[in-house]
């Protein structure tokens, strides 16, 4: 009997050949169509033999069969009885991209990791890149290169934006049209698989950023196998998918299927869900919970971790799907970043309009999680969030750049060229050492020059409409509003693409950004205080127009540890007098004394002085300092 690892795909079945399945209810009828390599093309008709037609011998739309001619390597179109050729909607390669035939994969690969725990230290560093631009050949193979350094500077968890296959020269990949398929754009599924397994033998988890909203424009051919793939609940990038309604069955078994296979076939260790706010599910059970358990299932003996935008903030994704929750690991939390894009900028332009970058946000944030709970947000004119009681504060995952808020603003710049040195090394310090979930966003560890702009490679009438959706997006902003789309940079510009490139020379000439990153993630690792700190062993306090203290309690994590205090200052030189803040007193009978300051001149900083003197507390401005109580 024949046994396969997914319920649909081509799946390689040894001297037999390759077996497929598909759900394709409106095309009544499939067959495969093998090619050779130069016959790329959907309206050629030359095919290696006749077409092979498949079987649906349960009259369900799932048409199955087994292909002797076709092996791994073998290059197929899935032909319909109208003679449209369309790449298979499970194809697990497309070597000439999503308008070319699909390429049988045989997922058997050399695994070292098979001793692999998985995430098993919540709360830990995650890096987020991009394959196209973290190196300069934008490739899966130059990307490992990379790993022993992001494993030296103390990083966790690599976070993957998308790699399912897209059409173009370059995009982001939230245009993505065949979940399956990683993009011939950085590489073939080995190649994923060698990073993948060479991160895990340097200690590194990765997971995947999925977009299971929408599917991009171009490329799309779903509608061709099934019209009910999709729903008439519009996203505001395209169609929504058909969680709910007639024959929604198959289409949640096809997502199911796709996070069974990122995780089982390719060993990652969890997916990041896209905006998870535009996936539309009124069954009793959410797709999401569905999509979460299947892959806990799916990884037997490691522990997964799988996260999610989700910009309502519901913190019900976060509850056990059992208790009828979505079953998540973490959620992105842009309160924090809001909050502190304005308190590094002052700009509090649209969205950021809601946030005031005061000391007591930021201390909300470290006790809360999310700021906004079900307040009103002034800037949507309605309620906004969702209470957050017993929740850890390591499911928060926070941030102060990000792929998607360093593009959203018109030169795409980083947060080093719109703030003072001090004031960011400040708030790196809170951000690595918050008892939250940290996220870096590649290149931030070296202070990288680099934008990060959109791009995408679309033609025509799209491209157009892509130029215009970016200005009436950014139009939302003051600053940009009377601007015209000649005023952006062209997303189609492969000069957009080419700027957004990290420089690696930089990690050498910031050498002290690097030392900043690589410090305070191994103290957040080292010291007990912080690696163990949840948001009930923290509270803080105000101690000026920019300055607050955070107190990381010995009482709540261990009887047998000292607090920490951390105190930070985004403003001018604040003088305590005799301070009467009951979190700034010292465990009996010891005093404080600094162990971490941004001020140390390995970090650009003016040199380190202790903050308390006999007549109070003196915070030097825009710097952020760690203190211990002295030894016994």
């Known amino acids: 009997m024949l046994t396969r690892r997914l319920p649909i795909g081509a799946e390689p079945v040894g001297q037999a050949g390759t077996h497929f399945r598909v759900w394709a209810p409106d095309a009544r009828g499939v067959a495969v169509a093998l090619v050779s390599d130069t016959d790329s093309s959907r309206q050629a008709t030359r095919s290696l033999g006749a077409p092979v037609p498949l079987e649906d011998p349960d009259s369900d739309g ?20 109208t003679g449209e050729r369309c790449p298979d909607p499970v194809s697990r390669f497309q070597p000439d991209g999503p308008h070319g035939p699909s390429e049988v994969v045989d997922p058997a690969f050399a695994w070292r990791d098979t001793e692999w725990p998985g995430v098993t230290r919540p709360g830990s560093v995650v890096y987020e890149l991009h394959v196209g631009t973290f190196t300069p050949d934008g490739t899966f193979a130059a990307a490992t290169r990379e790993l022993p350094a992001l494993a030296d500077l103390g990083i966790a968890i690599i976070e993957l934006m998308p790699i399912a296959e897209f059409p173009g020269r370059f995009g982001w990949g939230y245009d993505g049209v065949l979940p399956f398929a990683p993009t011939r754009l950085y590489g073939r599924p080995e190649d994923v698989r060698a990073f993948v397994d060479h991160a895990h033998a340097l200690g590194l988890a990765v997971i995947q950023d999925v977009v299971y909203n929408h599917l991009g424009p171009n490329g799309n051919y779903l509608r061709s196998f099934a019209r009910a793939y999709f729903n008439d609940t519009a996203t505001e990038w395209g169609d929504g998918f058909n969680f709910d309604g007639p024959a ?48 806990r299932k799916s990884a037997p003996g490691r522990r997964t971790w799988t996260v999610a935008e989700n910009e309502q903030q519901e913190a019900s994704l976060l509850l056990p799907t059992s208790e009828g929750g979505g079953g998540l690991d973490g959620l992105w939390n842009d309160d924090f970043h809001h909050a502190a894009v304005v308190a590094l900028t002052g700009w509090r332009e649209a969205y950021f309009g809601d946030y005031a970058g005061r000391p007591q946000e930021f201390i909300s944030a470290a006790k809360y999680g999310f700021l906004y709970q079900g307040q ?6 309605k309620n906004r969030g969702s209470a957050t009681a017993g929740l850890t504060g390591r499911r928060f995952v926070t941030f102060i750049q990000n792929h998607d808020q360093i593009a959203n603003s018109r030169t795409g710049d980083r947060l080093t060229a719109l703030t003072s040195p001090g004031r960011l090394r400040a708030m790196t310090a809170l951000l690595l050492l918050g008892p939250w979930t940290p996220m870096l966003f590649q290149g931030q560890e070296f202070a990288s020059s680099s934008p990060f702009l959109y791009f995408a490679d679309q033609q025509g009438d799209l491209a157009a409409a892509i130029r215009e959706g970016r200005r009436a997006f950014l139009a939302q902003f003051a600053s940009w509003k009377s601007l015209t789309t000649a005023d952006f940079p062209d997303p189609a510009d492969e000069h957009t693409f080419l700027a957004s490139k990290l420089v690696p020379q930089e990690r050498a000439r910031h050498s002290w950004a690097v030392e900043l990153h690589r410090s305070l993630i191994e103290l957040r690792r080292q010291d007990f205080a912080f690696s163990e700190a949840d948001r009930f062993s923290v509270d803080g306090a105000v101690l000026g127009r920019a300055a607050f203290v955070l107190r990381y309690s010995s009482e709540v994590v261990s009887a047998h540890r000292d607090d920490r205090l951390l105190v930070v200052n985004f403003g001018s030189h604040v003088q305590l007098s005799a301070p009467s803040e009951p979190l700034l007193a010292p465990p009996r009978p010891s005093r404080w004394r600094t162990i971490w300051s941004s001020e140390a001149p390995a970090y650009g900083g003016a040199g380190v002085s202790d903050p308390t003197t006999d007549d109070g507390w003196q915070l030097a401005p825009e710097s952020a300092i760690v203190l211990a109580p002295e030894p016994k």
């Open 376 to 381: 009103r947000s002034g800037w949507q004119q």
């Open 248 to 295: 929604s069955g198959p289409v949640r078994e096809f997502f199911r299927a796709n996070a069974r296979y990122w995780i089982s076939e390719f060993h990652f260790d969890g997916l990041r869900l896209d905006a998870t706010h535009a996936i539309h599910d009124r069954s009793p059970r959410h797709i999401i919970a569905d999509l979460t358990d299947e892959i």
């Open 62 to 81: 799932y048409f199955s069969g087994t292909v002797a001619a076709a092996q791994p390597g073998s290059r197929y179109w899935l032909q319909l009885p």
